[in-house]
Structure formats: C-alpha cells, structure tokens
C-alpha cells in the first residue's frame, strides 16, 4: 500500500482517504448497533470539552474520530461537534464496559515500566517494516523534541490519573520503551509484540487463577 497517498500538506496524515481505504477493504459500511460483538468508540469533543461514547452509528466515522490526534489528523466534525483523539481526556476508557454486563474486562498499559521483550519477528513482518522503515525516513526525521516529551509527558499524566478509577480483569502491560505516539510506520513490529503479550497476559492470569479455559473461550476464574 502506498503511503504516500494518505499524506497531505504540511505532512499530515488524511483521516478521510484512509477511513475510505478501510470501508474498501471491509466490503461493507457497518452501524455499530448491527455488530455482532458490542462496540464502543471514545473521542473527545472539542467543543463541550467532554468524553463522546459512539455506541450507535456508522463504525467508520466512529473510529475516524476517536483516532484523529491532534496535530496529526485533521478533527472530525460530526453534528457540530469537534471531535479528536479520545486519548486528549482518557487513555484508559474502560467505565463504557463496566456499565455492560461482561464476563471479562481486558486492558492495555502503554506505560508500563521498561523491558526488554526476547522474541523472534517473523520473516513477513520484517519484510514489511524493512518497506515501511525506508518510506518513513524519506518523510520523517526521528527525534525527541521539547513537543514529542510535553506530550508523552501529558499522555502519561492523563493516562495514571484515568487508571486510578477502574481496574480491569487482565492489563496487558506494553513496555513505554517499545515505541512513541507517532510511531506509525512500526506497526508490523508492534503487532506481533502484541501478540506476544497478550499470550503472556493470558498465561499470568491463568497461573493466578483469574480465568480459565472452557471449550476454547476465555471465563473468569474461581478465585475472581
């Protein structure tokens, strides 16, 4: 896929072309009452300067908005409505779940301590971020400026905050070495170490009894 096509002046990324590559690719344009799993989107409204729950409604526009960092997408707006990244005011929106009945809440830290992670990438995965590497370092230079720290420094603050209020079932704890907000073009990289410790968050939880396996589906444990 051609990155450069989701690029526009002055070096943003285009919401609209890639939420439009998106629908092509899904075959279908979806409303998120129609889902077979229950779904929640979180932005932040711009203008009320509050949290907005996208429970109903077309799931790509939903997504646009609760992905449109500042500074890197332009906002949606939608009913009048400013709408951006719902990280601005909470990077760990777990309350819409626990309003839900739910047999399991899963979390995921992007600001647990550092670590180094011991796993082999797969060939395809490298493959891709080799092509990915090169393309971004023709647009980009990689470095830690005063704004990258503030807002890392930010996120960070907003995220400790948000986590105070709920405790899920099972945290998934990304290491905050392992990659910066923009790192965009990692994402072949980002994804198996995802995956990585996602199995890892599983087996803890099954060691400590918190959940267990029946028939090939995850249930809370006895001991929960």
């Not at 707006?77 to 400013?82: A, E, G, V």
């Amino acid at each position: 896929m051609d990155i450069f096509k989701f690029l526009k002046s002055p070096f943003k990324l285009d919401g609209d072309r890639i939420f439009e590559k998106v629908r092509e690719l899904s075959g279908k344009n979806y409303n998120i009452e129609n889902l077979p799993v229950k779904f929640t989107a979180v932005a932040t409204d711009l203008t009320k300067k509050r949290e907005v729950w996208f429970q109903r409604g077309n799931l790509f526009k939903a997504m646009q908005a609760s992905s449109s960092i500042p500074g890197v997408f332009d906002p949606v707006i939608l009913d009048r409505r400013i709408l951006v990244d719902g990280g601005v005011l909470n990077l760990m929106p777990i309350a819409p779940v626990m309003s839900d009945l739910n047999d399991l809440i899963i979390s995921v830290d992007l600001y647990a301590p550092e670590r180094e992670i011991d796993f082999k990438l797969s060939k395809e995965a490298t493959d891709a971020q080799n092509i990915l590497e090169d393309i971004w370092s023709k647009i980009f230079t990689e470095k830690e400026t005063p704004v990258n720290q503030s807002i890392d420094l930010m996120m960070d603050v907003i995220y400790r905050y948000r986590k105070a209020e709920y405790v899920a079932d099972i945290e998934i704890a990304v290491p905050r070495n392992i990659a910066q907000w923009y790192d965009f073009h990692k994402a072949p990289t980002l994804i198996e170490i995802g995956r990585f410790l996602a199995k890892e968050a599983i087996e803890k939880a099954k060691k400590r009894g918190i959940l267990k396996i029946e028939k090939g589906e995850l249930k809370k444990g006895d001991l929960v």
